[in-house]
């Protein structure tokens, strides 16, 4: 019975593969969604009821692998993600970082242009000298896929401008859709309004991407040679003079109340529109407090997406998974009935932490309420105790972590505090648990970002023993992959060479893979341009050289812990070391290198007057400076603005470096404008 049954699974396996190049590669689905949906839902029944596995099952691979027919190029200016909002208190801290950034006054209100968040394909249209020469898909974001010859296909795409003040050369961006009554004509052909849009500009033959009624809204620029225009709502009127179409939806609103009331209007009429939006879009309008504020590592400082309500539904628990993270944090997860939220199935939903499940009192087979707000994870908001039976015993979170290490809640400096969060400690690969998550995301996007190595294919190869530390992956026997189920020459063919391509990558990235506890992308790009190489990073096993991260602005007393917690394990050691022999280090390429500051080392003490610490910090690297925290024989300016500290102060003039005052500083910084 169970061979029969396997090979019935494993039939119903490559049908559905069958099912997805068709849909995903060629563009021409062979059955319905309803037919599709069901033989999924009998696969993963199957796979649940008898543990069945494979690599192309659709609880480990979502759609078909793109055939790679187009060229990818950088695009000049990244394309960023947005920062997102729930609600006023979200807006309200928004606002409030800005204007501490910028030293405002506290009740500064901002006039922001609110554009309409399109549900669709980002695009970026390059222009010179008046004439479109390329366009870009967002792609990840500093490189995209060339799909010019499809978006000019696009009649809402001017693709000759000849207004005089026009820029010689800038890169338009907006979002490719589809209208909700045009999708109706052919949904028979797609999942929805999105995947219409996504699959039609991927065709390989710009005369089937004619046939799809896309249109394009336009909504920002990307690099402009020029621009004569100081706001954002002035540049909206630009594009449609152009000849770009804009949302009708565009305004301009001052106030954090004002802008709730508008998010509540188009919430409501939402549906009504011919198109689909997931929330609206509040950027600071002024150009010039744009370029002040400047960029976060993924998202602009002066924008940000405010979603629309979350969406909500009622499951039942079937049990409670603790999940251990690659810092050891310990984390309940409820496994639910799967239940339709907003159009997406949903079987897990975070329970946050340990005290979180004592103050909801959730149990394993209660009824709760689940909420799934944008991309936040799905979460249980509370339980429904009249629906309880009596017999239901409380949960009780494991001391232990389900390596076998004892569990711990650490003190929490800053908040004086126990954290809520129970731990594993800090062992490293030690913890079978830390170990696989560890390797995860050491092939993650914005790490090593090795395609066709996914989370469950690293959970398929830990199982078989072929990895346990990040260096394995470089020493994997594609012979004995290629024989695996699911496998064959071409997709073993294809992991090599993304396992190959991902050798070579910059100094952050690397450190950032090493999944250190507390250092992020931004910290880790931080230590790769104080420490400049590889050699410089691998001397931190000398546990004083750490110690001179500390001068590093951002870089504080929790982040130097860390490091040397990190560096005094003897597997981290050898995991840094032994990729170090593999590796190729790009070189680091230093945005600003000439300047008033350049080369010149600078430290702040003291308040200074109408500029925040973040924007002079800004203002000198911008220049080509570096900003330090600890005063030192190498430091050239100490800057001191009111209420100095003043041992920083004598230990400056004792090494006779130069000291600034406030106005010293603007003078010099003012030559460099």
């Given at each position: 019975?169970?061979?029969t049954?396997?090979l019935?699974?494993?039939?119903?396996?490559?049908l559905?593969?069958k099912?997805?190049?068709f849909?995903?590669?060629?563009?021409?689905?062979?059955?319905?969604?309803?037919?599709?949906?069901?033989?999924k839902?009998?696969?993963?029944q199957l796979?649940?009821?008898?543990?069945?596995?494979?690599?192309?099952?659709p609880?480990?691979?979502?759609?078909?692998?793109?055939?790679?027919?187009?060229?990818?190029?950088?695009?000049?200016?990244k394309?960023?993600?947005l920062s997102?909002?729930?609600?006023?208190?979200?807006?309200?801290?928004?606002?409030?970082?800005?204007?501490n950034?910028?030293t405002?006054?506290?009740?500064?209100?901002f006039?922001?242009?609110?554009?309409?968040?399109i549900d669709g394909?980002s695009?970026?249209?390059?222009?010179?000298?008046?004439k479109?020469?390329?366009?870009?898909?967002r792609?990840?974001?500093e490189?995209?896929?060339?799909?010019?010859?499809?978006?000019?296909?696009?009649?809402?795409?001017?693709?000759k401008i000849?207004?005089t003040?026009?820029?010689?050369?800038?890169?338009i961006?907006?979002?490719?859709?589809?209208?909700t009554s045009?999708?109706?004509k052919?949904e028979?052909?797609?999942?929805?309004p999105?995947?219409?849009?996504?699959g039609?500009?991927r065709?390989?033959?710009?005369?089937?991407?004619?046939?799809i009624?896309?249109k394009?809204?336009?909504?920002?620029?990307g690099?402009?040679?020029?621009?004569?225009?100081?706001?954002?709502s002035?540049?909206?009127?630009?594009?449609?003079?152009w000849g770009?179409?804009?949302?009708?939806?565009?305004k301009?609103?001052?106030g954090?109340?004002?802008?709730?009331i508008?998010h509540?209007e188009?919430?409501?009429?939402r549906?009504s529109?011919?198109?689909?939006?997931?929330?609206?879009?509040y950027?600071?309008n002024?150009?010039s407090?744009q370029?002040?504020?400047?960029?976060?590592?993924?998202?602009?400082r002066?924008a940000?997406?405010?979603?629309f309500?979350?969406?909500?539904?009622?499951?039942?628990?079937?049990d409670i998974?603790i999940?251990?993270?690659?810092?050891?944090?310990?984390?309940?997860?409820a496994k639910?009935?799967?239940?339709n939220?907003?159009?997406?199935?949903?079987?897990n939903?975070?329970?946050?932490?340990?005290?979180e499940?004592?103050?909801k009192?959730?149990?394993i087979?209660?009824?709760?309420?689940?909420?799934?707000?944008?991309d936040?994870?799905?979460?249980?908001?509370?339980v429904?105790?009249?629906?309880?039976?009596?017999?239901i015993k409380?949960?009780?979170?494991?001391?232990?972590c389900?390596?076998?290490?004892?569990?711990i809640?650490?003190f929490?400096?800053?908040?004086?505090?126990i954290?809520?969060?129970?731990?594993c400690?800090?062992?490293g690969f030690?913890?079978?648990?830390?170990?696989?998550?560890?390797?995860k995301?050491?092939?993650?996007k914005?790490?090593?970002?090795?395609?066709?190595?996914?989370?469950?294919v690293?959970?398929?190869f830990?199982?078989?023993?072929f990895?346990k530390?990040?260096?394995?992956?470089?020493f994997?026997?594609f012979?004995?992959?290629?024989?695996l189920e699911?496998w064959?020459?071409?997709?073993?063919?294809?992991?090599?060479?993304?396992?190959?391509?991902?050798?070579?990558?910059?100094l952050?990235?690397?450190?950032?893979?090493?999944?250190?506890r507390?250092?992020?992308?931004?910290?880790?790009k931080?230590?790769?341009e104080?420490?400049?190489?590889?050699?410089?990073?691998?001397?931190?096993?000398?546990?004083k050289?750490?110690?001179?991260?500390?001068?590093?602005?951002?870089?504080?007393?929790?982040?130097?812990s860390?490091?040397k917690?990190f560096?005094?394990n003897?597997v981290n050691l050898?995991?840094?070391?032994?990729?170090?022999?593999?590796?190729?280090?790009e070189?680091?390429i230093?945005k600003?290198?000439k300047?008033v500051?350049s080369?010149?080392i600078?430290?702040?003490t003291?308040?200074?007057n109408n500029?925040s610490r973040a924007?002079?910090?800004s203002?000198?690297?911008?220049n080509?400076?570096?900003?330090?925290s600890?005063v030192s024989?190498?430091?050239d300016?100490?800057v001191?603005?009111d209420?100095?500290?003043s041992?920083k102060?004598?230990?400056?003039?004792?090494?006779?470096v130069?000291i600034?005052?406030?106005?010293d500083?603007?003078?010099?910084?003012?030559?460099?404008?």
């Amino acid at each position: 019975m169970s061979n029969t049954l396997l090979l019935d699974y494993k039939k119903k396996i490559n049908l559905l593969e069958k099912y997805n190049k068709f849909y995903y590669q060629n563009q021409s689905p062979l059955v319905s969604d309803k037919e599709y949906d069901e033989l999924k839902n009998e696969i993963l029944q199957l796979e649940k009821k008898h543990n069945f596995s494979n690599l192309k099952s659709p609880s480990i691979k979502v759609g078909y692998k793109p055939s790679k027919k187009y060229e990818k190029f950088k695009h000049k200016v990244k394309m960023l993600s947005l920062s997102n909002a729930f609600n006023k208190e979200d807006l309200i801290n928004f606002q409030k970082k800005n204007i501490n950034f910028l030293t405002l006054n506290k009740n500064y209100e901002f006039e922001y242009s609110v554009e309409p968040k399109i549900d669709g394909i980002s695009a970026s249209l390059s222009y010179k000298n008046g004439k479109l020469v390329k366009g870009l898909s967002r792609g990840d974001g500093e490189e995209g896929e060339d799909i010019t010859a499809n978006l000019k296909t696009i009649k809402d795409i001017p693709l000759k401008i000849s207004y005089t003040d026009f820029p010689e050369e800038i890169d338009i961006r907006g979002e490719v859709f589809i209208e909700t009554s045009d999708f109706k004509k052919i949904e028979k052909d797609f999942a929805n309004p999105r995947n219409a849009a996504s699959g039609s500009l991927r065709q390989k033959d710009p005369r089937k991407t004619e046939l799809i009624p896309l249109k394009f809204i336009a909504y920002t620029f990307g690099f402009s040679s020029r621009m004569k225009v100081d706001k954002q709502s002035d540049f909206i009127k630009n594009l449609n003079k152009w000849g770009f179409k804009t949302s009708e939806l565009n305004k301009t609103i001052k106030g954090i109340d004002n802008l709730v009331i508008y998010h509540s209007e188009i919430e409501k009429k939402r549906f009504s529109l011919n198109y689909d939006i997931d929330g609206i879009v509040y950027k600071v309008n002024d150009f010039s407090l744009q370029k002040r504020l400047g960029l976060m590592a993924t998202a602009p400082r002066w924008a940000v997406a405010h979603k629309f309500s979350a969406n909500y539904s009622i499951t039942k628990i079937i049990d409670i998974d603790i999940q251990v993270g690659r810092t050891g944090a310990l984390t309940p997860v409820a496994k639910v009935k799967p239940v339709n939220i907003g159009g997406v199935m949903v079987s897990n939903a975070t329970l946050h932490n340990e005290d979180e499940i004592i103050r909801k009192d959730i149990r394993i087979g209660d009824t709760v309420k689940i909420e799934r707000a944008g991309d936040v994870i799905p979460h249980v908001i509370s339980v429904d105790k009249n629906l309880r039976n009596s017999n239901i015993k409380k949960f009780i979170f494991p001391k232990k972590c389900p390596c076998g290490y004892d569990t711990i809640k650490e003190f929490n400096k800053i908040t004086k505090k126990i954290d809520a969060v129970r731990r594993c400690p800090d062992i490293g690969f030690d913890c079978n648990r830390i170990a696989k998550e560890k390797l995860k995301h050491f092939v993650s996007k914005d790490a090593l970002n090795i395609e066709g190595l996914g989370k469950k294919v690293i959970e398929k190869f830990w199982d078989l023993k072929f990895i346990k530390f990040p260096y394995d992956i470089f020493f994997l026997n594609f012979q004995t992959i290629s024989k695996l189920e699911g496998w064959g020459s071409q997709s073993t063919e294809n992991l090599k060479n993304s396992i190959n391509k991902s050798k070579k990558l910059k100094l952050d990235r690397f450190i950032y893979s090493l999944g250190i506890r507390h250092i992020g992308q931004e910290n880790a790009k931080l230590i790769s341009e104080f420490l400049g190489d590889y050699s410089n990073f691998i001397k931190l096993k000398d546990q004083k050289n750490i110690d001179d991260l500390s001068n590093i602005d951002g870089i504080g007393d929790t982040q130097i812990s860390s490091l040397k917690n990190f560096f005094k394990n003897k597997v981290n050691l050898k995991v840094v070391s032994s990729l170090g022999k593999i590796f190729i280090f790009e070189k680091s390429i230093i945005k600003k290198t000439k300047g008033v500051f350049s080369n010149k080392i600078l430290m702040f003490t003291g308040k200074l007057n109408n500029i925040s610490r973040a924007e002079a910090k800004s203002i000198v690297e911008n220049n080509g400076g570096k900003i330090v925290s600890n005063v030192s024989k190498k430091l050239d300016y100490l800057v001191a603005g009111d209420k100095p500290t003043s041992r920083k102060v004598q230990m400056a003039n004792d090494l006779n470096v130069k000291i600034l005052n406030q106005t010293d500083f603007e003078k010099i910084s003012k030559l460099g404008q």
